[in-house]
């Protein structure tokens, strides 16, 4: 079993943010699987489905990003599961230009808060990550202002084709293996 989040904020405020693309991919990946993300559980909206026959539970935290953890920890808990081999989490990264994949076994939280928080409460960095690059903040821009801030139409092509690959990714992922994932899809 494989417990899949994407991170991001909740309320329709912040839907389509450079913050939220770890939400859109949850969505583009449970409208490809078929599966309902309507059941509040763990902190969050979540819905289980399956992939080549393994069970996958698809995750949006609705903490608010920078306490990401609680919901991520009380799934892991919940079904006991090995966040290091288990647990895929999806983010934005500021330090890509937009539309790039970079997965990565473990790591530190690279600035990235709620990846910080997720750490904090699993007491660990070795877990999966798929990071979807957002671009880098503008000279002048507040940071907080900037992730919060909608991708521009050419950037929006570049997201949407990253969201894809990253669907196909996370089906490599729970089908084959997570080194297969990282040879095919790391740009």
């Given at each position: 079993m494989y417990i899949i989040v994407g991170l991001g904020n909740p309320t329709s405020k912040y839907d389509k943010t450079r913050h939220n693309v770890g939400f859109?991919?949850?969505?583009?990946?449970?409208?490809?699987?078929?599966?309902?993300?309507?059941?509040a559980k763990h902190k969050s909206l979540c819905g289980s489905g399956y992939i080549g026959g393994e069970k996958v539970i698809l995750l949006k935290p609705q903490t608010?990003?920078?306490?990401?953890?609680?919901?991520?920890?009380?799934?892991v808990n919940f079904y006991k599961c090995d966040p290091s081999t288990e647990l895929?989490?999806?983010?934005d990264d500021i330090s890509m230009e937009p539309g790039r994949l970079r997965m990565r076994g473990k790591g530190s939280a690279g600035g990235h808060n709620g990846i910080k928080n997720i750490i904090a409460h699993l007491g660990s960095e070795n877990f999966r990550?798929?990071?979807?690059?957002?671009?880098?903040?503008?000279?002048?821009?507040?940071?907080?202002?900037?992730?919060?801030?909608r991708f521009d139409t050419s950037e929006r092509k570049y997201i949407d084709e990253a969201i894809n690959k990253a669907c196909d990714a996370l089906t490599t992922i729970v089908?084959?293996?997570?080194?297969?994932?990282?040879?095919?899809?790391?740009s």
């Open positions: 859109d991919t949850i969505d583009a990946l449970a409208e490809k699987l078929s599966i309902n993300i309507n059941n608010f990003m920078n306490l990401s953890g609680e919901a991520v920890i009380d799934a895929i989490v999806i983010y990550r798929i990071k979807i690059g957002v671009g880098a903040k503008p000279d002048g821009w507040d940071l907080a202002n900037f992730v919060l801030s089908s084959d293996s997570f080194e297969k994932a990282m040879n095919l899809y790391n």
